[in-house]
């Protein structure tokens, strides 16, 4: 199979650099509002006050969820699915949605509908699995105030607001990872975006992909002091047990989307009054990278966007069982720009395989096996 072309974003893991659409990913988080990083995906500029004024509306209007809908995650919670789970479910039944109100399932509307319903479906699916009242959609709150609302029945803080939004743009948008390679495949047979986003998130489901911050934070919520620090990571490596946090198949310089959450990271736990618990992750990492040098000295092996995504998402008070579908939030943008994009050069994805199966085989009765 040729190389795939992509205009979107540009990895240097050598010098530990992100492009965005030409821009330092840097720039866009710490500056932009995630509507604007939604449109500047989509459409590959920056828009104007009055282009982000109508995207916006579209997306405060795409809110509500069919009825229908609703009762599906009703059934799933009732039955206990894992949030992923439920809102891979969720976003399959979009097109009941989008039927209704006949949107172009492959046009901007039908990803804008996307867009803004993984939030709903992700916080009103956390509010039916706890027994909860589902709490509607806010009509004057952004994307990520209101997705932080509807989890909470209240109003969040500026400081979370900006805290979620920067970790939002931070990771919208990341290559040809294996999320983002499943949605293009799909869209590559002309399906639609239902389709392709329903098996973006069943890559992003597996916990060596999207799944991995939870664990990052179980494992500092099970280190209580510094001094256990050491003998509890030193039973991980001479376990063979993988250690979440740290490692990456592009990067072989701390992830720079690691060092920005890190501030942000440090930010919130300092607001928080708890900088103890910040403090306690940073001797956590700064160990964890002593020994993995002493343990596999021949790989240069750096902090992931994992770990502080797990500080910043813990620090945002958002439940761990839902830091997947809070990244699917965000890494959808990316997901449906590939889309776009697969959609215009409107070529099969086929890869070609190596066969390493048996030779040589004889056919026997099956009398004689």
Not at 10 to 17: A, F, H, T
Not at 139 to 162: F, Q, V
Not at 210 to 230: C, Y
Not at 343 to 350: A, G, V
């Amino acid at each position: 199979m040729d190389n795939i072309p992509n205009h979107l974003s540009k990895i240097d893991g050598q010098l530990g650099k992100l492009i965005i659409l030409g821009f330092p990913f840097e720039e866009l988080a710490i500056n932009a509002s995630f509507e604007e990083i939604v449109f500047l995906l989509l459409h590959s500029h920056l828009p104007t006050q009055g282009e982000l004024n109508l995207l916006t509306k579209k997306l405060l209007d795409y809110r509500d969820l069919d009825p229908k809908i609703l009762d599906v995650l009703k059934s799933a919670a009732e039955n206990e699915i894992e949030p992923t789970e439920a809102l891979r479910i969720g976003v399959s039944c979009l097109s009941m949605d989008m039927h209704s109100h006949r949107m172009d399932k492959e046009g901007i509307s039908g990803a804008l509908k996307i867009i803004a319903s993984i939030p709903v479906i992700t916080a009103t699916y956390w509010r039916l699995i706890n027994n909860k009242t589902i709490i509607d959609p806010h009509p004057a709150l952004g994307h990520a105030a209101n997705y932080l609302y509807m989890l909470t029945g209240e109003e969040p803080s500026l400081e979370h607001i900006r805290g979620l939004e920067i970790y939002l743009n931070t990771v919208v948008e990341h290559g040809l990872n294996a999320s983002t390679f499943s949605a293009r495949v799909v869209m590559s047979t002309r399906s639609d975006f239902v389709s392709a986003i329903t098996a973006a998130i069943g890559a992003l489901k597996g916990i060596l992909h999207g799944g991995a911050p939870g664990p990052v934070i179980d494992m500092l919520l099970e280190i209580k002091t510094f001094s256990e620090i050491e003998s509890y990571l030193r039973h991980k490596f001479e376990s063979r047990e993988r250690l979440m946090g740290f490692g990456h198949r592009i990067y072989r310089v701390k992830d720079p989307r690691a060092v920005l959450l890190s501030e942000v990271a440090e930010d919130l736990w300092h607001h928080k009054d708890l900088s103890e618990f910040w403090t306690l992750a940073i001797d956590v990492e700064r160990i964890a990278l002593r020994l993995l040098k002493e343990y596999k000295p021949h790989r240069s092996i750096k902090t992931n966007v994992e770990y502080h995504t797990a500080l910043v998402l813990h620090g945002l008070d958002i439940p761990t069982p839902l830091f997947t579908s809070t990244f699917t939030i965000s890494r959808v943008v990316g997901w449906l720009a590939h889309c776009f994009e697969q959609l215009e050069q409107d070529r099969i994805i086929r890869p070609k395989s190596i066969y390493t199966g048996p030779s040589e085989q004889k056919w026997s009765p099956i009398a004689e096996r």
